[in-house]
């Protein structure tokens, strides 16, 4: 079925969620400013159709494809998933990572290979995993830790198991015990750790906490919007007396209030994500 073919077709909410999510994408990538975020966005949750919908993404580019397409609005088929197009084969895009007194960094669209063996000595490194794609659906993480470490980043839906040795040191095995989502990889982190140590962690993608993010204001708004004072609330106090009236007026001061502190909580966080950005982009130029 092509888009051209269901125009008039009502759109799903996982539909809208896709169009939502490319341009989350476009606006991280510098494609969008704010503004024409903004305004797509609210046309994406106000379109109806795929007619509606098949518009505001057309001039954005599919992420890995070229030349540029639209979103596609077809069904994939029921062996396909979120992680389908992440298990890609070959020998990826390298085997080993070594830090003697310095460190080492995989991150962003890397290939991991079926078996991935790093050694850290009075260093450290990081393997972060949440936008690579796997050479297979098992993948072994070999780490060896002598007075430094390592810290393998994951994403959610990744199963986790940690089978390493630490003397006078040790591996996080905080991230073990959650099961993978259909069709997402395994990670095997093994090795040795002394007097060093391995940790693992889960941290959601960029994209993620931005749909969270996205959802937050949404339902803050949608807060503010029921809090707001309605017509005719003048009939409704003398219905409910002033006693009411005025614990409903304490109610809505309390809604506003924790929107307030939301909007700041999600201040803080942007700044803090930003720092992390500027301290890894400075510690990557160090070395």
């Given at each position: 079925m092509t888009d051209d073919a269901v125009p008039d077709l009502r759109a799903s909410d996982a539909d809208r969620e896709r169009v939502a999510e490319a341009?989350?994408?476009?606006?991280?990538?510098?494609?969008?400013?704010?503004?024409?975020?903004?305004?797509?966005?609210?046309?994406?949750?106000?379109?109806?159709?795929?007619?509606?919908?098949?518009?505001?993404?057309r001039d954005l580019p599919v992420p890995g494809v070229t030349p540029p397409a639209p979103v596609s609005f077809a069904k994939d088929g029921a062996g396909s998933g979120e992680w389908a197009g992440r298990i890609v084969g070959g020998e990826g895009s390298s085997t080993w990572a070594v830090a003697v007194m310095s460190g080492f960094q995989r991150k962003g669209r890397w290939t991991v290979p079926r078996r991935f063996t790093c050694f850290a000595f009075w260093g450290g490194g990081e393997l972060d995993l949440r936008e690579a794609d796997f050479a297979d659906r098992e993948v072994v993480i070999n780490c060896v830790a002598i007075m430094g470490g390592v810290n393998v980043i994951v994403p959610p839906g990744v199963e986790v198991v940690v089978r390493g040795i630490g003397v006078m040191g040790g591996f996080d095995q905080r991230a073990e015990g959650e099961p993978g989502r259909p069709g997402a990889p395994r990670v095997v982190v093994t090795g040795f750790a002394f007097w060093g140590g391995v940790g693992v962690e889960r941290k959601p993608t960029r994209a993620e906490r931005r749909r969270l993010k996205e959802e937050r204001r949404r339902e803050r708004l949608e807060r503010e919007r029921r809090g707001s004072l309605p017509e005719g609330r003048d009939e409704e106090i003398g219905e409910i007396g002033?006693?009411?009236?005025?614990?409903?007026?304490?109610?809505?001061?309390?809604?506003?209030?924790?929107?307030?502190?939301?909007?700041?909580?999600?201040?803080?966080?942007?700044?803090?994500?930003?720092?992390?950005?500027?301290?890894?982009?400075?510690?990557?130029?160090?070395?």
């Open positions: 341009l989350r994408d476009a606006l991280a990538e510098g494609r969008l400013d704010m503004t024409e975020f903004e305004e797509r966005l609210e046309a994406t949750y106000r379109a109806r159709t795929y007619g509606e919908l098949a518009p505001i993404t002033e006693y009411g009236a005025h614990r409903r007026m304490l109610e809505d001061r309390h809604r506003m209030l924790d929107a307030h502190r939301e909007r700041r909580q999600e201040q803080r966080e942007e700044r803090r994500e930003q720092r992390e950005e500027r301290r890894e982009r400075r510690r990557f130029d160090d070395r």
